[in-house]
């Protein structure tokens, strides 16, 4: 019992950590969940992190308080995806909160302005630290590469919805995954035969 509930109380206090210094939504996350949680606790691999990051981008709800779920609930099972998922979300409650009290001032403070010039900046990095560390992880042949391609053109250029470049390429690498399958199927038959005829 007393293992649960420092298991919890790690969890919270580790997603509460990682939601107070998380600006610019879930990407930028990349580089503090690597750093917390898989370089520190240890709580989930790199191809994992990219799986729950597909996963989460895939379904509805905020980036950030999916991926805290998900590893949540592998750690510590439905309690522990609850205290996960309120961890995460406990720091920008607390300071909507106050900032909602007094915005109509605090937009008009100069160092304010120039704080929040800088946060975006900093967001910027983060954003392409995370582009460039995914695309190097996923990219492993040709056909990772054209979806990267195809899917960038289609979101930047054409406009197209995210959610079909999402459900297109998700059926493609199925449809890949299949006829790949086959072939080693294939071969291995082949294998086979010829080592039943020597």
């Not at 969940?33 to 790199?46: A, G, P, Q, S, V």
């Given at each position: 019992?007393?293992?649960?509930?420092?298991?919890?109380?790690?969890?919270?206090?580790?997603?509460?950590?990682?939601?107070?210094?998380?600006?610019?939504?879930?990407?930028?996350?990349?580089?503090?969940?690597?750093?917390?949680?898989?370089?520190?606790?240890?709580?989930?691999?790199?191809?994992?992190?990219?799986?729950?990051?597909?996963?989460?981008?895939?379904?509805?709800?905020?980036?950030?308080?999916?991926?805290?779920?998900?590893?949540?609930?592998?750690?510590?099972?439905?309690?522990?995806?609850?205290?996960?998922t309120?961890?995460?979300?406990?720091?920008?409650?607390?300071?909507?909160?106050?900032?909602?009290?007094?915005?109509?001032?605090?937009?008009?403070?100069?160092?304010?302005?120039?704080?929040?010039?800088?946060?975006?900046?900093?967001?910027?990095?983060?954003?392409?630290?995370?582009?460039?560390?995914?695309?190097?992880?996923?990219?492993?042949?040709?056909?990772?590469?054209?979806?990267?391609?195809a899917?960038?053109i289609?979101?930047?250029?054409?406009?197209?919805?995210?959610?079909?470049?999402?459900?297109?390429?998700?059926?493609?690498?199925?449809?890949?995954?299949?006829?790949?399958?086959?072939?080693?199927?294939?071969?291995?038959?082949?294998?086979?035969?010829?080592?039943?005829?020597?």
């Open positions: 019992m007393k293992e649960r509930i420092k298991t919890l109380l790690d969890l919270f206090w580790t997603f509460c950590k990682i939601g107070s210094v998380t600006f610019g939504g879930g990407m930028a996350m990349v580089p503090i969940l690597e750093r917390e949680l898989i370089d520190k606790k240890h709580w989930m691999t790199n191809d994992e992190m990219l799986d729950y990051y597909a996963i989460s981008q895939s379904t509805p709800g905020i980036i950030a308080v999916n991926v805290a779920t998900f590893i949540g609930y592998k750690q510590a099972g439905n309690i522990g995806g609850i205290i996960a309120f961890g995460v979300i406990t720091p920008s409650l607390v300071i909507i909160t106050l900032i909602a009290n007094f915005i109509g001032a605090i937009d008009k403070i100069v160092w304010v302005q120039k704080a929040l010039k800088g946060i975006n900046v900093a967001v910027a990095a983060n954003l392409t630290y995370a582009t460039v560390s995914f695309a190097k992880r996923t990219v492993k042949n040709i056909l990772g590469a054209l979806l990267l391609s899917g960038f289609s979101i930047f250029f054409f406009h197209i919805s995210s959610i079909i470049v999402i459900f297109s390429a998700a059926g493609i690498g199925i449809l890949a995954a299949l006829i790949t399958g086959q072939v080693k199927i294939a071969e291995k038959k082949a294998e086979d035969k010829d080592g039943g005829t020597k």
